[in-house]
Each structure stands twice: as C-alpha cells, then as structure tokens.
C-alpha cells in the first residue's frame, strides 16, 4: 500500500467513524447527555475510568453511575455529603467497585476545588509544561494527593511507568479536539490538538499493526508515542483525530494488508 493509499484509506475511514452515529454505544455518549462544561468534563472522566471492558456495559455502568449522582455529575463531586457518597458504595464495573469510585470523586473535588474545574488543571498545567507527557505525569501525583486506599490507584494508568494511559489519552481527546463531526467536545482551548496521544487498545493497536503504522508489538507507552508520530506525518494539527477510524475498522473485524 503506497502512502497515498493509505492517506486515502484513512480518510475513508475517518468518514465513515468520526461522526455521531458511531457513539451511541460508545463510552462518550455519557458526557454527551449534558450541556454544562463542568459536568461533561466530570462525566467524561468517569466514563473515560471505566472505559474497558464490553462497550455496551460500559455504556451502561457509566449512564448507571451518573444516575446515582443525581444527574448532576459536577454539583454531586463538589457537594455530596458523607453520606451521600456512601450511595456509590454498591456501584461496581468489573474490579472498579464502590470504594474506588468514592476515592476518585474525593480526588476532583479537591482538584476542581484548587482550580475552578477539572480542565483548569489541564490547561494550566499544559501551559506551564507545554508537553501532554509531563501532565499526564503531574495529573496522577495531584490525583492522589488526597487520602485514598492504594487500591484504587490501579485504575489511573502511569505514563512514568511506561503505561499506554489509554483512558486519559481517550478523555482529553473528548475534551480538546475541536470539529464539526459532532463527537469530541472542543472545551479546552489552550490545548492544541497536535499535543495529544493516541487512545491506545487492543483494536487501535491491531488496526495499526495491519496498515503498517506501528511496530511494536507492546501496547504500552513508546506503541503510543510511535503511532501517534506515524499519524502526526498525515496531520500534524490533528493526527488523533483518526482515532474512531483505527477503533471503528478494529472493532468491525476489517483487515487492511499492505499490497505486495
């Protein structure tokens, strides 16, 4: 497959993906039910977290979790009283339990509460560094500045641990891209998409390996740099905006072979 080919078939792919009748069923429908920045930001990241698994119970749990939070994901994470939070003590998405999700709400309200928003921490940072790396590192060590069982850090991926961070790549892609397909949110303006990573799973991963784009054959952190920088040579600007399109083809079972 020539390069021009595989520009084309991108392309193709992305059309067919990147629009809002791919969402439905995908874990960003969560924030989509809400208007408010703030609450769409919330909901996102906890969709984001438990962001594996079956994509319909994903869907499920995530719309579940905000109904315990009133519908009001940003007012719930600011406001819950002690008690309150106790009604997401029987929540549950595969080894993501009750007690997990209380610690997180714990973490963003303490960093909403320090920077107006779960995005002010995002962008100011990111600002400060000016490289997406440095903040998903920083994110993780103010995350859990906050007292918390050591369990539930195994749901927030280490990118100094060499992790694919899969889920936060996949949050701030929602948050920062901006278009008019209608799928990604656009909120964070000080962030530049070029800065972003690609959402790393088994079916990008796959999907990736078959059109040549990635090599390594670990889904991990230098998969993500690699494929994200093979994208960049397409679109510079914008390269995860092929996201769905990687996800789409791998989930659907299309192989794509380079021809001989």
């Given amino acids: 497959m020539t390069r021009e080919e595989l520009r084309d078939l991108l392309e193709t792919l992305h059309d067919r993906y990147n629009r809002p009748d791919f969402i439905e069923d995908d874990p ?6 809400y208007t408010d920045p703030r609450d769409i930001e919330i909901a996102g990241f906890l969709a984001a977290t438990i962001a594996w698994g079956n994509r319909k119970s994903i869907v499920r749990n995530g719309r579940r979790l905000m109904a315990i939070m009133d519908d009001s ?4 994470t600011m406001l819950a009283t002690g008690r309150d939070l106790l009604a997401l003590h029987d929540f549950v998405h595969r080894t993501f339990n009750g007690g997990d999700c209380i610690d997180f709400v714990r973490s ?6 320090k920077f107006g928003s779960l995005g002010g921490f995002f962008e100011k940072t990111f600002v ?11 994110f ?16 927030l991926s280490s990118v100094e641990r060499g992790a694919a961070c899969k889920r936060l790549c996949m949050f701030l892609k929602w948050m920062v891209r901006r278009d008019d397909r209608g799928v990604d949110f656009g909120l964070w303006k000080t962030v530049p998409p070029s800065a972003l990573y690609l ?3 088994v079916h990008t991963g796959n999907t990736s390996r078959e059109l040549g784009l990635l090599v390594r054959r670990q889904n991990d952190w230098k998969a993500v740099e690699e494929v994200t920088e093979a ?5 510079p600007d914008d390269p995860v905006r092929y996201d769905f ?11 794509f072979r380079p021809h001989p």
Avoid: N, Q
């Avoid at 400060?128 to 920083?138: I, K, N």
């Fill in 28 to 33: 960003v429908s969560v924030p989509h039910r």
């Fill in 73 to 76: 994901p940003y007012d719930f």
């Fill in 108 to 113: 963003l309200r303490c960093i909403c509460s």
């Fill in 128 to 138: 400060r560094t000016g490289d997406m790396r440095f903040v998903l590192a920083e």
């Fill in 140 to 155: 993780r060590k103010y995350f859990w500045s906050v007292p918390h069982s050591l369990r539930a850090e195994k749901h």
């Fill in 199 to 201: 959402p790393l799973d």
């Fill in 231 to 235: 994208l960049r040579t397409f679109d």
């Fill in 245 to 255: 399109a990687l996800f789409g083809a791998g989930i659907d079972g299309a192989a």
